[in-house]
């Protein structure tokens, strides 16, 4: 038996590789979120389209209508080996977003000087509205401008989705056990074509 899961795992983790980010996703594509139980409105895929950005060939504009009262998400986004990428096309460089691969590990840059570090552990599949979706099961944590851990997402990344199918944050708290207390949690539970 722990040979099928060791193969499993590996098929899991090429079928991420060599792929754009959101290579998954198609215009009119939903995805429907639960937040600590309580469904959202939908996310909507606007577009969807594969190009070339900074010599990276695997990437991807996709624009996400993820709240009717906002201006559309668009992520100009690229894959190369173990790593997703940001475009800035005012600098015209990339910036690293997050490891893509199982095992993997890396620290970002955020806002007004805080880091993220990404720890991947295991990639696996999940079936939602009858699709296999592979993912990565990442913990990020998230240190303010001092050092100082803020904030911490345990959650399972869809890099074919180029978002997360669940996942949970905490906030510091040395009173409960692992020093850690939830905040907030959410799902896909549907995806609509």
């Known amino acids: 038996m722990p040979k099928i ?8 983790a090429l079928a991420m590789a060599d792929e754009p980010p959101g290579a998954l996703l198609t215009p009119g594509m939903q995805l429907v979120y639960e937040s600590d139980g309580k469904e959202n409105p939908p996310w909507a895929v606007v577009s ?11 990437c991807r504009m996709i624009t996400l209508r ?7 998400d668009v992520r100009p986004w690229c894959a190369r080996g173990d790593t997703l990428w940001a475009w800035h096309d005012a600098t015209k460089s990339h910036r690293q977003l997050r490891p893509l691969g199982e095992g993997q590990r890396l620290w970002a840059q955020g806002a007004r000087g805080s880091r993220m570090r990404y720890a991947n552990r295991a990639a696996q599949e999940q079936t939602i509205s009858g699709q296999s979706i592979p993912v990565v099961q990442v913990v990020m944590i998230t240190d303010d401008s001092a050092g100082k851990e803020v904030r911490r ?4 990344y869809a890099p074919g989705l180029a978002t997360a199918t669940s996942g949970v944050f905490e906030v510091p708290d040395s009173t409960v056990p692992g020093g850690w207390r939830m905040t907030t949690s959410f799902k896909l539970v549907r995806i609509v074509r």
């Open 153 to 156: 997402l345990r959650e399972f």
């Open 66 to 72: 993820m709240d009717s009262t906002r201006p559309p």
């Open 48 to 58: 969807v389209r594969d190009t070339v950005l900074g010599g990276m060939t695997q």
């Open 5 to 12: 899961i060791l193969f499993s795992a590996l098929a899991v």
